[in-house]
Each structure stands twice: as C-alpha cells, then as structure tokens.
C-alpha cells in the first residue's frame, strides 16, 4: 500500500465535492495551498494552523501533506522494536490525537499491509474538527482493506477543556499519535500544556507513545518537558532531515493536481521525532 495512491484516490472523490466549476475551484484551491504553505513556514506556533472547516482547505492539506506525514508515521513505526511488537499482537488498539486528515491511520495501515502484520486494529481518532469526519470516511471507505479494521472518531477541542470529557479510549490505548499535531496546539497556551498532559495522564502503564513534528526546539522542548512531567520514558529521541525513502512512492499519482495548481505535496521537512513509554 502507497500513500501517494490512496491520497489521490481520496483527492478525486473529495474535489467532487468542493462546490463550484472547474475554474472556480482550482481558483480557491490555488489560493488555499499558498495560504497553508505560508501559515505553517511562518505563523504556526504563534497563530496555529488553517482553518478546516472549509472543504477547500481540507482538501489542499490532504495534498500538500498528508502523503509525507503518513509515510513517516509508518517510517517512525519501523525505528522502534517496542512499537512494532505492538503489531505482532493479535489485537492493537491505537489513539490518534489530531489524527482528523487520516495520515496516522494510513501510516499504521501501510506497516500492516507491508509488513505483513494481521493485528485486529481498533483505531480511534480525536480531533477537534469535526469536518474531518467526512475526509476520512471517504479515506477508510477508499482502502479497500482486507484485515479486520474498527474507527471511532471522537471530538476534542485542545483549546476548550469541557470537551475533554467526552467519551473515548484513551485510558485503554496500546500505542498513540501524535503526528504533526503539538506544534499545530502550542499557540493555545496552557489549555495545551494540559490537553497533553491530561492524555497522558489518562494512558496506560506500558502504552507508546510516537510523535513526529517540525524541528523546532521552541516547540520540542516544551513537548518534552510534558512527557518528562506525565512519567513518559523515553525511547527514541532525535531530528533531522526526513525524506520519503521508499522507491514505491510515486508522487506522480498526484500529478494531475501538481500540474493544476504549480505546487508539489511535501517530500521533505525538518523533523523532530519522539518514541515515548508509559512507565
Ligand atoms: C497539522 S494537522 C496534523 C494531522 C495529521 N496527524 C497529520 O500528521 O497529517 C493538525 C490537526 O490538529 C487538529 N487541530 C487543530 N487545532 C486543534 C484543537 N484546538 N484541538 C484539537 N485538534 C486540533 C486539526 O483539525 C488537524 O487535524
């Protein structure tokens, strides 16, 4: 399974869906991908990140991103013995926060599918936006999946702290993601110092924890520094330069829209990456 090939599938069936004609959506969808691209090089960790209400957005960030931050999901997996013993179980359950695009669900799926792993999954993603949902029901419903494969979508908001308790399995989480998701929540200030602790606080003794963000100590130190306080060890603990290895993934199955709109999906970033562990 490539990302690449299940994130245009996903592209054709959700551009669809943007209103309007050709022009007028490739218009909007120009203008999204060059606002996005400008709000995360410059403004991330003061402002936060786009505003996904808006199909259009959504559909510029599966693009741009969600190939990358999937295929280094999956890349993070492969780093750590510990995580992917969690694989070899029977059953695996996984919580991914700020999981809404889908990218961490397609990483752990593209283990699953390459390794040959046969885990029963029971992955649930918690978000704060709930238009998410339909982007990534149409991510679940494209893989045409062979193993058995159980979602939940749950909201919460980092930034208000009565949606926290809303029902959902934190407590009972083998493995959790937190892919591209601290960076995009710094700005909120205290609420997301303690949405993160609170998560951790709720994790299960043993559970891993992998996170994969933008290589910047403003933000990395402070995510430590949660972990370190909620009696997270850890594990693996690095940053550095990330490309996508992997000579089966084409970006050319996206090149109908890189034609369209002039801009490429990420291919490389600047990353920190975390594995973590419960004690
Ligand atoms: C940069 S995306 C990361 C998505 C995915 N994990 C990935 O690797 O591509 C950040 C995610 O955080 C969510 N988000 C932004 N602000 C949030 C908040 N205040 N509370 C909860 N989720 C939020 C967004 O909806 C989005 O899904």
């Known amino acids: 399974m490539k990302c690449f090939n299940v994130v245009q599938q996903v592209l054709d069936t959700t551009y669809a869906e943007i209103p309007g004609n050709e022009g007028t959506?490739?218009?909007?969808?120009?203008?999204?991908?060059?606002?996005?691209?400008?709000?995360?090089?410059?403004?991330l960790l003061t402002s936060g990140g786009p505003d996904f209400s808006d199909p259009v957005t959504r559909f510029a960030y599966v693009y741009l991103y969600v190939p990358a931050h999937a295929h280094w999901l999956y890349e993070l997996i492969t780093w750590s013995s510990d995580v992917q013993g969690l694989f070899q179980r029977p059953?695996?359950?996984?919580?991914?926060?700020?999981?809404?695009?889908?990218?961490?669900?397609?990483?752990?799926?593209?283990?699953?599918?390459?390794?040959?792993?046969?885990?029963?999954?029971?992955?649930?993603?918690?978000?704060?936006?709930?238009?998410?949902?339909?982007?990534?029901?149409?991510?679940?419903?494209?893989?045409?999946?062979?193993?058995?494969?159980?979602?939940?979508?749950?909201?919460h908001d980092a930034a208000d702290p009565s949606t926290w308790s809303a029902p959902c399995n934190i407590a009972k989480a083998d493995l959790f993601t937190i892919n591209f998701f601290a960076s995009e929540i710094y700005h909120c200030g205290d609420n997301a110092t303690d949405y993160i602790a609170h998560a951790f606080a709720k994790a299960k003794s043993g559970a891993l924890v992998l996170m994969n963000d933008n290589n910047d100590s403003r933000f990395y130190d402070w995510f430590d520094a949660i972990?370190?306080?909620?009696?997270?060890?850890?594990?693996?603990?690095?940053?550095?330069?990330?490309?996508?290895?992997?000579?089966?993934?084409?970006?050319?199955?996206v090149g109908k829209y890189a034609e369209k709109f002039g801009m490429s999906s990420r291919l490389t970033g600047q990353l920190a990456w975390r594995v973590l562990q419960k004690r």
């Open 25 to 43: 959506r490739d218009a909007a969808i120009r203008e999204a991908l060059k606002k996005m691209s400008n709000q995360y090089r410059t403004g």
């Open 91 to 155: 059953r695996l359950r996984m919580t991914c926060l700020g999981g809404g695009p889908g990218s961490d669900l397609v990483g752990a799926l593209k283990y699953i599918d390459e390794r040959n792993a046969s885990p029963t999954l029971f992955c649930e993603i918690v978000d704060g936006c709930v238009q998410w949902k339909q982007t990534w029901s149409d991510l679940a419903f494209t893989l045409d999946w062979s193993s058995p494969l159980h979602t939940d979508y749950v909201i």
């Open 227 to 253: 972990a370190a306080a909620a009696n997270m060890e850890t594990l693996l603990s690095d940053q550095g330069q990330r490309k996508i290895y992997d000579g089966g993934e084409q970006s050319s199955a």
